[in-house]
């Protein structure tokens, strides 16, 4: 248990605070594949299993964020029509870090430096339990996809192609 607390990320504090079953799973970071499809490898789990948390900027409505499995590539007109806006685009890479307080690799939809609007693919609900980044390189949250869909306050949508 000590070990665990060695690693523990603010997005798991979080998660702690509010009383959500989780599990924080270490894999080995290559940085030059920071790819879903390395940590779905390095973790032993199915790609579908792995979610990957995208920052995107909608002209009307701001930021917001979009969930997906770590094999599917955001569609932008699904993820427009499902934040009620007409355009969207992906951030750049260098706006991610002063925007959500975390870094490409180690995202997390738990813990932003402000809350933003957050949509969940829908088959995330498909499964007993999903990873996303705790919020650093290197580290995963196990965690049961309603209770994190219901802890961020998402909603759930095909946003992808």
Known sequence: M???????T???RLLDRAGI??????????????????VA?????DINTVFKTLVLHGERRGH?????PGNLEVDLKKAAK??????VEMIHVKELLPL??????????????????????????????????AGQRGLQIKVAPGALIDY??????????
């Open 2 to 8: 000590a070990k665990e607390k060695n690693i523990k």
């Open 10 to 12: 603010n997005a798991a």
């Open 21 to 38: 079953a989780y599990e924080l799973v270490p894999y080995t970071v290559d940085e030059e594949h920071l790819d879903a499809g390395h």
């Open 41 to 45: 490898a390095e973790l032993g789990e």
């Open 64 to 68: 917001f964020v979009c969930v997906i």
């Open 82 to 87: 499902a934040i009620g806006d007409k355009k």
């Open 100 to 133: 959500t307080g975390y870094i490409r690799g180690g995202c997390s939809p738990v813990g932003m430096k402000k809350p933003l609007p957050t949509i969940f693919h829908t088959t995330a609900t498909d499964h007993e339990a999903i990873y996303v980044s």
């Open 152 to 161: 961020v306050g998402a909603q759930v949508a095909d946003i992808a192609g």
